[in-house]
């Protein structure tokens, strides 16, 4: 089946650091990746995705590349924010069966420090 | 807009008892589904709908019920509330084809069973 695989938390980090999450999946088939983002009290919500090998998925200065060949897609920014500190999860969704199949990572607990 | 709403957004019950985690969307959006996080253990699925009329079991059903008769509406009923339900549970949806869209999460309902 698919799996999921992120770097154990929490991590913790200064402000303006970079910022490095792996991941890395196994799946069959050819899936789509995604980053989530959890901030505390509320829901998970799309940070960003890539839906092909190569893509590179970016938002709010967070960037993702889809690597087919090391299976990873790993979670990068240049210099954090106190206000990105949250949970991050990797997911990834295929199409088995004809519905939404998605298999998410355990989360990585991100905190930025003044 | 609203997006997918959650309620109560905590619960407290005794081992045994009955409820209804209550979710709505407003986005027409045909899939919906429930999910429970546990620390260490990411997001399980619990059941999931494609559409009015259609539900089918996810990764970890046992135990709750779930019925799809409007667009809008997927309650998830738990029939006798045990401790290992004690979690934090999300509905989220997306549209269809689903392979490359993302969840819409609702902001969770925290339930403690004693």
């Known amino acids: 089946g698919n799996s999921v695989t992120q770097m154990e938390g929490p991590v913790t980090l200064s402000e303006e650091a970079f910022l490095t999450i792996n991941c890395t999946y196994t799946?069959?088939?050819?899936?789509?990746l995604f980053w989530y983002v959890q901030y505390p009290g509320e829901g998970l919500q799309l940070l960003l995705k890539a839906t092909k090998a190569d893509d590179k998925g970016s938002n709010k200065g967070f960037e993702a590349t889809y690597r087919k060949e090391t299976t990873s897609f790993h979670l990068e920014k240049g210099s954090v924010q106190v206000s990105d500190s949250a949970v991050y999860f990797c997911?990834?969704?295929?199409?088995?069966?004809?519905?939404?199949?998605?298999?998410f990572g355990t989360g990585t607990k991100l905190q930025v420090i003044p | 807009n609203a997006g997918v709403t959650q309620t109560p957004k905590f619960q407290v019950l005794k081992t045994g008892q009955s409820m209804t985690l209550q979710c709505a969307q407003d986005?027409?959006?045909?899939?919906m589904s429930w999910y429970r996080q546990d620390p260490g253990m990411g997001l399980r699925l619990i059941h999931y709908s494609v559409g009015a009329g259609i539900t089918d079991q996810g990764e970890v059903p046992n135990g709750y019920n779930v019925s799809r008769s409007t667009t809008e509406d997927f309650p998830l009923r738990l029939l006798s509330a045990a401790p290992s339900q004690t979690s934090v549970y999300f509905c989220a949806s997306s549209e269809v084809p689903t392979y490359n869209s993302p969840l819409h999460f609702g902001n969770g309902t925290r339930l403690t069973v004693t």
């Open positions: 799946a069959t088939g050819y899936p789509s």
């Open positions: 986005m027409n959006h045909e899939y």
């Open positions: 997911a990834l969704s295929d199409d088995s069966g004809g519905y939404q199949k998605v298999t």
